[in-house]
């Protein structure tokens, strides 16, 4: 319904249905070249293998090319996808992606809050915020160093479980961050360009 025909790549950040359903749809309706992730569920990773995709393994210190597009990822380290034991809560094995395409980057946080997964970024232009806007007592250090110039929140309309927190929306304010939320804009497009980037009638000049 995009006009996209095809994908190079396709990025799973954790084993969670809210961040790998869409995946779920999308094998077997289009060419896939690629998936990434940092642990996945046998069935899915079945499914990828047998459409004739080729499934990988990210970690912390890998970095994707496409053209001028660089994905860098941040988190999580080899050593933790490997040991016998994991975290209880898959959001902290979540992938954390810088995204840099020329001058402009973006943090990819999925559900990893900075409060109990150390992420370790420069300045960025646009920050998505971790978990949906959960509380997290580790954004404002992390806003201290990225100093984005717009964060966005990804969180649905009316969900049970009060996201955006309060305290996250308090936080982005004292920080002077700019803030937009997909339960109040929909579908949010970052249009980017050799010198600016964009969002409907928002910008910001570097």
């Known amino acids: ?76 380290p080899p050593e933790l996808l490997t040991a016998t034991a994991s975290p209880s809560d898959p959001n902290h094995l979540g992938l954390v992606i810088e995204a840099r395409w020329r001058d402009f980057t973006m943090l990819l946080t999925a559900d990893a809050e900075a409060e109990s997964v150390p992420i370790e970024s420069g300045p960025v232009d646009v920050l998505k915020v971790a978990h949906h806007g959960s509380e997290d007592a580790g954004l404002g250090p992390l806003l201290d160093r990225t100093r984005p110039k717009l964060a966005v929140i990804s969180v649905g309309s009316g969900n049970p479980y009060g996201h955006p927190a309060p305290q996250t929306l308090a936080i982005l304010e004292r920080h002077g961050v700019p803030m937009l939320r997909t339960d109040e804009e929909g579908v949010i497009k970052i249009e980017v360009n050799r010198d600016e980037f964009a969002l409907d009638d928002w910008s910001n000049r570097k």
Do not use: K, N
């Not at 359903?21 to 499914?47: K, N």
């Not at 990828?48 to 001028?68: H, I």
């Open 1 to 76: 319904g995009a006009g996209v025909d095809s994908l190079g790549a396709m990025i799973a950040t954790h084993d969670q249905s809210d961040h790998v359903g869409g995946i779920e749809e999308l094998l077997g309706a289009m060419p896939v070249g690629r998936l990434i992730y940092a642990r996945l569920g046998p069935d899915l990773l079945a499914r990828a293998v047998a459409g004739g995709v080729r499934a990988e393994r990210g970690a912390a210190g890998r970095e994707l090319r496409s053209g001028r597009l660089r994905l860098r990822v941040l988190w999580p």
